[in-house]
């Protein structure tokens, strides 16, 4: 090599770099244990058939002692509540855009803020099973992120709850209500899956392939419809997110790297997650082009930035390692057109079992809709939503009186369309042992056929109310006069006819009119909070 | 107005104009820097100012704390140079590097040489008595005339002659600094050169066998380094796979074959793509990647691979390497950023590759 005492002496001694430092600090934790066997201190490192051989290859994502996170959770902390606290003292709810608005809260704080507590749960299991211990190390700092997030989740929503409707039960809606068994299913299939695939699940094709299409557009959301509180714990929380981001990066290129036989394995993980996830995200889509009174994108502008070109650039990174795009990439392309309107016709439809309000598009949203997608909204949507519109006007608003059919993998209603055909419903159906389960997809279905033996346990809520195991225990389905169904409402503590009314009319339009016109007139206060 | 931007662990100076980011001037000069959100919400970027005065831009507060501007730390993606800067970044440390200074010298033109019906060697006679110390894989900027900018070309020879600096071009239709090289420089003429740039260059001290992956002419800095390691009595194994279009395209196969035939320790795997069939070419047939995949039957473990030539020859040959269970940390390519690379939508999966 170039003779190095002739070549000019570039720097003085060398301090060891942040990498080197980090080494120091964080290795060697761990020992080989002597009392019991590795094995049994680890009992779930191996049975997925992940091959590791070398944990010492594992690049920390980040390098953040313990000491250095407490102090930055502790000041973003301090700055996010004295905003939220700003926000409340100040009546912030008042320069909302509309009370519309914050039933895009309400579906998050029920469907969205209790899985970041199981992403908590998660992450500790995972970080106490891994058996490297940089793994673990990263493992740890999300779970307590994770924490952190719901906690400050609920604080800022919870301003809401003195002053409106549907806001006050999410933790027990949560595990019961039947459109909520959908995000709640997904996580605890990933909770129940080993320690890698977890970090398949949640670290890499939820955390890292998914999440901008969930937080981008409620966090925008919440910004373009004067949402302070919210947009202030978007923000702390995505200063976290580049972490989660990175560690769901290495933790697939570790397994990847480690063994030829691992391939196989994390693909068919990520062919599972991917639609596990994006089928979750229907509830995005119709947040983004239906629920939020101020548009930020639609969904379909959302999908090809965040999906198909930031995705779309990601996998073809992997395919170095002989990685595919997940199957159901090019549906869940397709399908952006028809997803998020597909979805609130459901939602419409059932409006009386859904703790939130729902209502049809004004003509200007309407053409808004139109705009956006120019291919399909006209053809096959304003035709019903104008219908629905004129009914409800003559008084005469479209409910569905009966329970819909389930997937038996992702429990979202059968309202997705068959492949290149929006007019036909699509119906998927597998046997086992003896047995016929409905799937809403074939990437649904695919799932199905992997694991039978996990998904034929779905705690399916239609199914579960025709068992009669949706009913409080005062309920008496002897009585001549029992309603099922308004019985099912009750259990799920909705507030019967305030919670679950259409928007128009509802408690939460007449307040928001009412407050709002006493900010800017002398006018009598009108309205009554939630709570009274 | 221009700053000079310093960046530890690595000991190197850039430039950095004023109003540019230091995360932008740090990808233009081939440095990489950890870095995702871009405009200040991520905190990706964080890194430690040591030295100078810079200013923040508009960045979140939560993506970087109070305590941690009381600390020094900055925002690579958003911070601006007021003064020179030097920044600690959470990059790995080379070892081998030299980090040679840079520096503007003129040389004359001494010898011009066709090497391949479109490949010109061009040798100059730097002025200065020691020449232009360089770090075998590097490379210099050659000023254009008439003030039309630079162009960046490899060293070729060995750096232990840092005074006759050799050059090797290949012609570009249309490129200006390729014309002007092939059809209008004549030995005599003065050139200015600034050099050496570029982290391009043998891990000497990971002591493992390398594998050159080089086409077209893309064999400059293979060729310094590989030369630089034989006149050092580099003991361990050395492939170098070179591919052209053609037995007229390949240049220096007598010297490498000689080279292969009395250093043990060094395999020359030479690569025709287009050659005819019907010609009496025995060596390998196909592109530079199947070649070294059939030469190392597929496994490429246990290497340390330095790539050079065409995007989509370096792009192939990551793939096979990767398929060969090589992976980044192993890998090693000249990294040329340009504008156009910059606006390209790229996952963060890989860093250097």
Same mark, same amino acid.
């Given at each position: ?10 720097? =003085? ?268 995200? =229907? ?45 159901? %990439? ?15 016709? =459901? ?143 009750? %259990? ?41 | ?53 810079? @200013? ?9 704390? @109070? ?21 600690? /970044?959470?990059?790995? &440390? ?41 770090? /075998? ?90 030369? &630089? ?18 037995? &007229? ?28 069939? &019907? ?61 156009? @690379? ?12």
């Amino acid at each position: 090599m170039t003779d190095i005492a002739n070549a000019p002496k570039a720097a =003085t001694t060398k301090k060891p770099g942040l990498k080197e430092r980090y080494a120091l600090m964080t290795r060697g934790l761990d020992w080989e244990t002597t009392y019991q066997p590795m094995e049994e201190v680890f009992p779930y490192a191996t049975y997925e058939g992940i091959k590791i051989h070398d944990w010492d290859k594992w690049e920390d994502p980040f390098r953040l002692t313990m000491d250095a996170y407490w102090k930055y959770q502790a000041e973003k902390e301090r700055k996010l509540y004295a905003i939220m606290d700003a926000f409340a003292q100040n009546n912030g709810h008042l320069g909302l855009t509309d009370a519309r608005y914050l039933n895009s809260l309400k579906l998050f704080l029920t469907g969205v803020s209790p899985l970041e507590y199981m992403a908590h749960r998660g992450f500790a299991h995972v970080g106490r099973q891994l058996p490297g211990v940089g793994a673990r190390v990263a493992c740890q700092m999300q779970s307590l992120d994770e924490l952190r997030h719901a906690q400050t989740q609920i604080h800022s929503m919870s301003n809401y709850n003195k002053l409106y409707d549907g806001f006050h039960s999410w933790r027990h809606m949560h595990d019961r209500v039947w459109y909520l068994s959908v995000p709640k299913s997904f996580f605890d299939d990933a909770i129940t899956a080993g320690p890698f695939e977890y970090m398949i699940a949640i670290g890499f094709s939820f955390e890292y392939v998914l999440t901008n299409l969930l937080f981008v557009p409620f966090i925008s959301g919440a910004a373009y419809n004067g949402d302070m509180g919210a947009m202030a714990f978007g923000f702390s929380a995505q200063s976290d997110e580049s972490r989660h981001m990175t560690l769901g990066l290495e933790a697939i290129k570790f397994m990847l790297e480690q063994d030829p036989d691992n391939l196989p394995i994390v693909q068919h993980w990520i062919d599972k997650w991917f639609w596990r996830g994006y089928r979750v995200l =229907t509830l995005v889509a119709m947040m983004l082009d239906y629920m939020l009174p101020k548009k930020v994108m639609s969904w379909k502008e959302a999908w090809e930035i965040y999906a198909e070109e930031n995705g779309g650039a990601l996998f073809q990174d992997l395919a170095r390692y002989g990685i595919r795009p997940p199957l159901g %990439w090019q549906q869940a392309c397709d399908d952006k057109e028809h997803l998020s309107a597909q979805a609130w016709s =459901t939602f419409y439809q059932y409006q009386g079992a859904a703790p939130f309000h729902t209502w049809m598009p004004s003509a200007e949203e309407m053409d808004w809709q139109s705009e956006k997608y120019p291919d399909s909204f006209d053809e096959y949507y304003r035709p019903r939503f104008e219908h629905w519109a004129e009914q409800e006007a003559a008084g005469n608003r479209f409910y569905n009186g009966t329970l819909p059919m389930l997937c038996q993998v992702c429990q979202i209603p059968m309202l997705f369309t068959e492949p290149g055909d929006p007019t036909r419903i699509c119906y998927r159906e597998s046997e086992h042992k003896g047995e016929t389960y409905h799937t809403c997809s074939d990437g649904c279905k695919n799932i199905f056929d992997y694991e039978p033996e996990k998904y034929v346990q779905a705690w399916l809520p239609v199914q579960q109310i025709y068992q009669g195991n949706c009913f409080g225990p005062d309920a008496d389905p002897t009585a001549a006069d029992f309603n099922p169904l308004l019985e099912v409402i009750k %259990w799920y503590r909705m507030n019967v006819g305030v919670d679950n009314s259409p928007y128009e009319g509802s408690r939460d339009q007449q307040n928001f009119q009412a407050w709002k016109q006493q900010t800017t007139s002398n006018a009598p206060a009108g309205g009554s909070p939630a709570g009274a | 107005m221009t700053y000079e931007l310093t960046i530890e662990p690595l000991g190197q100076t850039i430039e950095v104009e004023e109003g540019q980011t230091l995360l932008d001037a740090s990808l233009r000069a081939g440095v990489y820097l950890p870095h995702a959100c871009g405009h200040g919400l991520c905190g990706t970027c964080k890194v430690q100012v040591l030295d100078g005065e810079i @200013d923040h831009g508009p960045i979140s507060s939560f993506a970087l704390m @109070d305590f941690e501007r009381e600390e020094g730390l900055c925002l690579a993606c958003c911070a601006t140079a007021e003064t020179d800067v030097t920044i600690e /970044a959470d990059i790995d &440390d080379e070892p081998d590097a030299l980090n040679l200074p840079v520096r503007t010298v003129t040389a004359t033109v001494s010898r011009l040489q066709q090497l391949t019906p479109t490949i010109k060697g061009v040798w100059a006679l730097v002025d200065e008595p020691d020449g232009l110390p360089f770090q /075998a894989g590097q490379y210099v900027n050659v000023e254009l005339p008439d003030g039309a900018g630079h162009r960046p070309f490899s060293f070729a020879q060995a750096p232990s002659n840092p005074r006759e600096v050799e050059l090797d071009v290949r012609y570009l239709p249309g490129g200006v600094a390729t014309t002007w090289i092939h059809q209008q420089l004549a030995v005599g003429d003065r050139l200015r050169l600034s050099g050496p740039y570029g982290r391009f260059h043998v891990r000497s001290s990971a002591q493992l066998p390398m594998l050159f992956l080089a086409g077209g002419s893309g064999l400059s800095s293979p060729r310094s380094m590989i030369l &630089d390691l034989i006149e050092h009595d580099c003991m361990l194994p050395i492939t170098l796979v070179y591919g052209a279009r053609n037995r &007229d395209e390949l240049y220096y196969v007598d010297e490498f074959t000689e080279l292969a035939a009395r250093v043990p320790s060094f395999t020359y795997v030479p690569a025709l793509s287009h050659e005819p069939d &019907d010609s009496d070419w025995a060596g390998a047939r196909g592109f530079v990647h199947e070649a070294a995949a059939a030469h190392f039957a597929g496994d490429f473990r246990g290497h340390k691979a330095y790539l050079c030539g065409p995007p989509a020859m370096v792009d192939a040959c990551i793939t096979t390497l990767m398929q060969g269970r090589l992976f980044e940390r192993d890998i090693y390519q000249e990294l040329f950023i340009s504008a156009a @690379d910059s606006s390209r939508v790229r996952s963060p999966l890989f860093k250097r590759i």
